[in-house]
């Protein structure tokens, strides 16, 4: 029965790269040029009606229809902030919400891209962590956000003006632990067939999971962020918990394989969050420094974004500028993140969405990581 039902599922094309769209194409004994017709119709022109496909005939158009869909989140709520930044809810299915915001900045537009509905990383200043986890966004799901934002401007799209310039993976969840849908839709992203986005402006950020930055330099060459957010390993194990695993000194080894592994000089992202006398002090500062000798990066300070229920403070701007010129000193390119979005709570860390049965799934997604990360 359960396989009838998988037969007589419509097969949803959005989320299939070039080579599994052609193998369902052959499938449906049709020529392998057909499926590259459809894939740009679906990521360059942003089109879900196989009837609108012009190129291709009646009977596929038919033939289509009745096997497979194009389809993308659904869109529950668009906001726009004062400032030009624009943040969607979108619907997953089964009560789960995630958040997805475009960042306009002169002639770049960054969109910041969920990988999980809910994180069970749990890092103590995140307000997706304190929401606790569902699971883990489809392949689909992921690259239909970058779907949606483009559509947004209209459809069919004209792809040689596209409005999106840069992904960042940095909506909720950790993207490392979403790894095969993840690596997927940015392999997708930076496809010329598809979104055409070069490999540094494609970007992965992660908490660290060492096993898996490694394994992430086999499988795609995009930029790559560290959220550091402390120089120690003693206070790096308060804020973001993971690090108990695998401490500093060790991930950043592994950025190092990783940026030689893609062959290329660029400087790494290190995120740094300033949260009020917890990790922004001169001392503080200064161990970073020291630390930071051992990578070629550049430093991206974050001011705390506060949201309901946490008692972390945003430092004075004073505390700010002190920190960033003791970096600026030692030769660190640093610059800080101007707040985006914060009358929307489009901010970082201020995603949440909306993630159902948190606590037993919270519980379930720590063993997963566990065993992700032992394997
Ligand atoms: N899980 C990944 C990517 C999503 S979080 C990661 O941790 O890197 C994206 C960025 O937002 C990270 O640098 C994260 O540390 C930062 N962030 C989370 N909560 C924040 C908050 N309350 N204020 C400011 N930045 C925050
Ligand atoms: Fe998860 Fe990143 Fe938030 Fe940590 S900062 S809880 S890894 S989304």
């Not at 995630?98 to 200043?125: H, N, W, Y």
């Not at 592994?254 to 922004?280: M, Q």
């Not at 993140?337 to 720590?366: F, H, P, S, Y």
């Amino acid at each position: 029965m359960f396989e009838k039902k998988e037969k007589d599922m419509k097969k949803n094309l959005i989320g299939m790269n070039k080579e599994d769209l052609e193998l369902f194409f052959l499938s449906l004994g049709e020529k392998s040029f057909r499926s590259k017709q459809v894939y740009q119709w679906i990521h360059q022109k942003g089109v879900s009606d196989f009837h609108a496909m012009t190129n291709i005939s009646r009977e596929l158009q038919e033939k289509l229809n009745e096997k497979a869909e194009i389809s993308a989140p659904k869109v529950v709520l668009e906001k726009d902030s004062k400032d030009g930044t624009r943040k969607w809810v979108l619907s997953v299915g089964e009560g789960d919400l995630i958040e997805m915001v475009l960042i306009p900045e002169g002639k770049r537009a960054t969109l910041c891209i969920s990988s999980q509905v809910g994180c069970a990383v749990d890092c103590s200043f995140c307000a997706t962590g304190k929401q606790g986890f569902s699971r883990n966004l489809e392949l689909s799901e992921i690259i239909g956000q970058l779907w949606v934002a483009e559509n947004s401007f209209g459809v069919p799209r004209d792809h040689a003006s596209k409005k999106v310039t840069n992904v960042v993976m940095m909506g909720m969840g950790e993207p490392l632990l979403n790894f095969d849908a993840v690596t997927g839709a940015m392999n997708m992203m930076m496809d010329d067939k598809a979104y055409g986005l070069s490999k540094r402006k494609v970007t992965l950020s992660t908490s660290g999971l060492i096993p898996l930055i490694d394994k992430l330099s086999e499988v795609t060459d995009a930029a790559l962020t560290i959220s550091l957010h402390a120089p120690n390993d003693q206070l790096r194990n308060e804020l973001v918990p993971i690090n108990k695993k695998y401490p500093i000194k060790k991930l950043l080894e592994s950025v190092i394989r990783y940026v030689d592994k893609c062959g290329d000089s660029r400087k790494t992202t290190i995120e740094y969050i300033l949260i009020d006398k917890v990790n922004d002090s001169i001392e503080n500062a200064h161990e970073l420094c020291e630390l930071l000798k051992m990578i070629p990066c550049k430093v991206n300070l974050i001011p705390f974004n506060p949201f309901p229920g946490s008692s972390y403070k945003r430092p004075s701007s004073m505390r700010i500028q002190t920190f960033k010129k003791i970096l600026q000193k030692e030769g660190y390119i640093t610059t800080i993140r101007t707040t985006r979005g914060e009358d929307i709570m489009a901010a970082c860390g201020q995603l949440v969405g909306q993630v159902n049965d948190k606590t037993k799934r919270k519980e379930r997604a720590q063993r997963r990581i566990e065993a992700q990360i032992v394997g």
